[in-house]
T-cell receptor, first 114, second 118 residues
Framework: ETGVTQTPRHLVMGMTNKKSLKCEQH?????MYWYKQSAKKPLELMFV???????ENNSVPSRFSPECPNSSHLFLHLHTLQPEDSALYLC?????????????FGDGTRLSIL | AQSVTQLDSHVSVSEGTPVLLRCNYS??????LFWYVQHPNKGLQLLLK??????LVKGINGFEAEFKKSETSFHLTKPSAHMSDAAEYFC????????????????FGSGTQLTVLP
């Protein structure tokens, strides 16, 4: 079983829909992250969780709502998205929220907003 | 504050020739440095990491990188490119002494797209 699993792999939704992205890690890690990867732009850190507590929210619009029910699962709830939100959304985990720890990434969810 | 600059957005090499992907970093203290690779429609995979041990770091798939503090560089090399190496490569820095949450996170370069020609 892969270390970090993201579902769905592809998602097409209208601007008024509500959907959720799911991430699950099987590595026993305590920190989890959401990133946004857009074409021609650097990777953008969106949210950071450590031991199910949100520790960082990098000025992300409220139409993105994260949830971390336990240290193995992370969700990103989406509602009323805009066309510029079309991107690859990557989930990652690390052993702890300590500098110098490498992060392990899932394969992402490719999101397209109609 | 920490930052990382990947000096080339695109690099093309012929199969069997050496690969050099350049990275310069800026950090207040001795940083941790990483190289990640991303193949199409995939997530980022860790190639190697430097965490203040040996300055020459060996990674997976024949890649290695050398930490040069005097030049603030962490270039990625491979002696002989393979077609399967075609991907995007990211240089990443982490400042170990950051006190804010963001300082403990990874700062990503903008990426270098490697093309391998037959």
């Amino acid at each position: 079983e892969t270390g970090v699993t993201q579902t769905p792999r592809h998602l097409v939704m209208g601007m008024t829909n509500k959907k959720s992205l799911k991430c699950e890690q099987h590595l026993g890690h305590n920190a989890m992250y959401w990133y946004k990867q857009s074409a021609k732009k650097p990777l953008e850190l969106m949210f950071v969780y450590s031991l199910e507590e949100r520790v960082e929210n990098n000025s992300v619009p409220s139409r993105f709502s994260p949830e971390c029910p336990n240290s193995s699962h992370l969700f990103l709830h989406l509602h009323t998205l805009q066309p510029e939100d079309s991107a690859l959304y990557l989930c990652a985990s690390s052993q702890a929220l300590v500098a110098g720890q490498p992060q392990h990434f899932g394969d992402g969810t490719r999101l397209s907003i109609l | 504050a920490q930052s990382v600059t990947q000096l080339d957005s695109h690099v093309s090499v012929s199969e069997g020739t050496p690969v050099l992907l350049r990275c310069n970093y800026s950090s207040s203290y001795s940083p941790s440095l990483f190289w990640y690779v991303q193949h199409p429609n995939k997530g980022l995979q860790l190639l190697l990491k430097y965490t203040s041990a040996a300055t020459l770091v060996k990674g997976i798939n024949g890649f290695e990188a050398e930490f040069k503090k005097s030049e603030t560089s962490f270039h990625l090399t491979k002696p002989s490119a393979h077609m399967s190496d075609a991907a995007e490569y990211f240089c990443v820095v982490s400042d170990p002494y950051g006190t804010s949450g963001s300082a403990r996170q990874l700062t990503f370069g903008s990426g270098t797209q490697l093309t391998v020609l037959p």
